[in-house]
């Protein structure tokens, strides 16, 4: 019943159900709460778990949701059984869910009934063939085949297996000539060493011993490394296999250009920025390296008669040659006897010759019919005319010529010269180990994923 507190008007109309008017707003009332009423069970849905118990046993009725209920109900239905409703299934597995083993339960577990793990003192590692064992090795980084080689006399002989230890990457490292003596025993024919700390602590063992190993190098990068004239004259001694080298921002003497000089399949020589370079050691050079087909000269201050001598005598193997930094010690005459000793040369960079006249682009012209790259930067005596007439060369694809032209004349150049592609590439690549984004490989090798 609704409690209005005041007597209400016939003109209300009110509801059948709550007594409530209609055309009042239902938060305005105040409704009393109904009286409980003692419902049969079967009218809340819900029945005897069972029926076959005493008279005294169903006095206290136990409900449980029908199955036409929803199954979410479950939990909430009372778990006060009586003795003949304890064999339901589906009260024991709620039960089983919501039941959690204590810690001391867990601590006083039978551990019998985990299965055992058989134990025995069989290797079966031993079992394998040496070649089994290898082939596994294979898939190791270098320091983890360094510490296999701990482990017995038969690994140790396995881990010194030559093809294991083929490409090897020390860049940015400190190593001992120790060191680098065993690992150029054990055969490695690809070796990196750019920005390498090399230090000095006896040339003993196997420098002194069988140099078999020694011969098996091929490609060595001593780019901005700290060997010495020492380290390297050991080192150049005992290989004489190489066929690339680059020793770029590297100190040198006449006995160290003699004793690289000693390698005949030597293909690519990068000595750019090299100090000590004289006309012995470049003669000593271009001497015993009569295969060269890639040779790095720039800003190594080569004198006037150094150049003539290079001139002269270069390899006509030569197919890139990069003479950068020379200045005023290369000439128009000096360019007349280049082209003529290599007239196979694709590549050639006489960046800062600031001699050098319209007569070497007409050398040129006339004697590198095979040219495909040329570089002329801040060159400033060539005219703009000279540089016109490059586009008529048959095989000519990409020039530079930076630091020479405004930027009025460039667009005009590059208008004109539209089958040659005009300051394309700043810094010259000729026999340089690593150009561009490929820092983890040496000439095309890649050295980064066998790193000690």
Known sequence: MVNSGTKRSSRHITSSKENIPLNRKRFNTRVRPKKQYEVPVQELGCDLLSESGSEEENLEITPCVSSEANESLLLKAPRVLQNSQRDNILVESVLQTIKRPSKRDVSQHDTA???????????????????????????????????CARVCRRWNCVVGDRSLWKRIDLANRRVTSSCLGLLLHRGVQVLRLTKTEVTEDGFDGYWKGDKTGFQYLQYLDLSLSSASTRMMGHLFTSCQSLKKLSLELCTIDDNVATLFGQNPNLQVLNLSMCEGLSTTGLAAILGGCRRLTSLNLAWTGLRRQSVAYLSVCLPSSVRKLNLSGCRENITDEEVLQLVRACPGLMELDLSDSTVITEQSISHIM????????????RCYRLPVTSIRELSCHPSLAEVEVFGMFRDGTMEQLKHEMRNVELNRYPFSSVARPTTGIRMTSLWGLRVRDNAV
Do not use: G, V
């Open 113 to 147: 009934s985990y299965p055992e793990i058989p134990h025995n003192d069989t290797d079966f590692f031993s079992s394998l063939s040496d070649e089994m064992i290898l082939r596994i090795f294979h898939w190791l980084p270098k320091f983890t085949l360094a510490k």
């Open 366 to 377: 006339s004697h590198l019919d095979k040219l495909q790259y040329l570089a002329l930067s």
